[in-house]
């Protein structure tokens, strides 16, 4: 008696390359050892009109094995040594893409200074982008300690080089971090997580300003969180002016270690 098919087994094939359909019989000869297409569909609930099909170009592409005969019987390759092909071919196929897109050198038109990211990969990796850049200071707001976290590897090293300031709305949130931290008042802290506009509440997140000519402020907009990307000095050294004002004696609390 089989347990039934694990679907996060199931959804990093797919992530490898192989269908839905592909995936659950991939496994389904893998948990057999050796079965028919009968079997392989009764296991694995893959369309008896399809499974056949799904098998052979399992066998065509170097998964299975196949014994011809009435009925054909399907055994798996080690997955060892499929996973190994599949890895090869993927970042073979992975470095020949970045060379061709490497390669474009098309004349673009000027782009807008402001972008703005909607995925969460996208948005850390635009921050940990920006902080690989920083050249002089940096000035970062949280409400987020656990999203402050991803990034503390990369804040620690600016820390020994870099002008670094970092503010934070509730120091008792922030004190498993290894920061000193400046902390603002309550009213800066209300103002910034109850900013509303047409209806959609805006709560800021994580602000950062990086040699006042680049920011990005990650914040949800009512059930999703997104950033908006900001590269126009002008812009920047006005963001940086409020954050300096609020840096002032009367709007900062203490510092905080």
């Given at each position: 008696m089989f347990s039934p098919l694990n679907?996060?087994?199931?959804?990093?094939?797919?992530?490898?390359?192989?269908?839905?359909?592909?995936?659950?019989?991939y496994v389904g000869v893998v948990s057999l050892k050796e079965a028919t297409a009968r079997e392989v569909h009764e296991l694995t609930n893959v369309p008896r009109a399809k499974?056949?099909?799904?098998?052979?170009?399992?066998?065509?592409?170097?998964?299975?094995?196949?014994?011809?005969?009435s009925p054909t019987y399907f055994r798996a390759v080690d997955p060892k040594h499929v996973i190994g092909k599949i890895k090869d071919e993927f970042i073979n196929c992975a470095i020949e893409?970045?060379?061709?897109?490497?390669?474009?050198?098309?004349?673009?038109?000027?782009?807008?200074?402001?972008?703005?990211?909607?995925?969460?990969?996208?948005i850390k990796n635009r921050i940990?982008?920006?902080?690989?850049?920083?050249?002089?200071?940096?000035?970062?707001?949280?409400?987020?300690?656990?999203?402050?976290?991803?990034?503390?590897a990369d804040l620690k090293k600016l820390e020994k080089t870099r002008r670094l300031t970092l503010i934070v709305n509730d120091p008792e949130m922030f004190k498993s971090l290894p920061f000193e931290f400046r902390v603002t008042t309550k009213e800066f802290a209300d103002f910034i997580s109850n900013?509303?506009?047409?209806?959609?509440?805006?709560?800021?997140?994580?602000?950062?300003?990086?040699?006042?000519k680049e920011s990005?402020?990650?914040?949800?907009?009512?059930?999703?969180?997104?950033?908006?990307?900001i590269k126009l000095p002008v812009v920047c050294y006005m963001q940086k002016m409020i954050y300096d004002r609020v840096l002032e004696p009367s709007f900062i609390k203490q510092d905080l270690h």
């Open positions: 679907p996060q087994l199931i959804c990093n094939l797919e992530k490898l390359g192989l269908t839905e359909n592909e995936a659950k019989a499974i056949y099909e799904v098998l052979k170009l399992l066998a065509k592409k170097g998964y299975l094995e196949v014994r011809q005969g893409t970045l060379d061709q897109l490497n390669e474009l050198s098309y004349e673009l038109p000027k782009t807008s200074p402001v972008w703005c990211i909607q995925s969460e990969w996208g940990h982008e920006i902080l690989s850049g920083v050249k002089e200071e940096l000035i970062v707001f949280s409400s987020s300690p656990k999203f402050l976290q991803e990034f503390e900013i509303v506009i047409d209806g959609v509440q805006y709560d800021e997140q994580f602000f950062m300003i990086a040699d006042g990005i402020g990650v914040h949800s907009a009512g059930n999703t969180r997104e950033a908006v990307v």
